[in-house]
């Protein structure tokens, strides 16, 4: 007799962040110098405050190079609650040099979350 309906799966294990990105869309990971370099954070298939994470880097006004990992577009805005469009980038891209030192929020826009 089977003791739940799950007994016959031989595993089952939670998704980390970068998995469930390759099965669902990318990522972006936002940095703040040019080139890649210095403080970073990433973002998996969903809108950014450039201001708190759990990671506890503050972005806010500071990013300066991007990577997208994936065929997504992101946007940019400079205040947070992705208000005043400062502009987009689309993936799979690098951009080493962006000028986005006043950004505060950012999000997916394309495709769109599911």
């Known amino acids: 007799m ?9 595993a089952i ?5 970068e998995a469930a990105a ?8 936002v940095f703040r110098d040019r080139v ?10 969903k809108d950014g405050d450039l201001r708190y994470n759990k990671e ?14 994936a065929d997504e577009t992101w946007a940019f805005y400079l205040d947070p609650g992705y208000k ?5 980038l689309k993936g799979p891209g690098i951009y080493p040099d962006v000028q ?5 929020s950012l999000k997916r826009i394309s495709p769109p979350i599911a």
């Not at 005043?84 to 987009?88: A, K």
């Open 22 to 29: 390759s099965c669902s869309g990318g990522k972006v990971t």
């Open 2 to 10: 089977k003791v739940n309906q799950f007994e016959e799966i031989s």
């Open 100 to 104: 986005y030192g006043s950004v505060s």
């Open 56 to 69: 506890g880097i503050n972005l806010d006004d500071a990013i300066s190079s991007v990577v997208i990992d």
């Open 13 to 17: 294990q939670e998704l980390n962040n």
């Open 84 to 88: 005043n469009l400062v502009g987009t």
């Open 36 to 45: 890649f370099r210095g403080d970073r954070l990433t973002f998996y298939n």
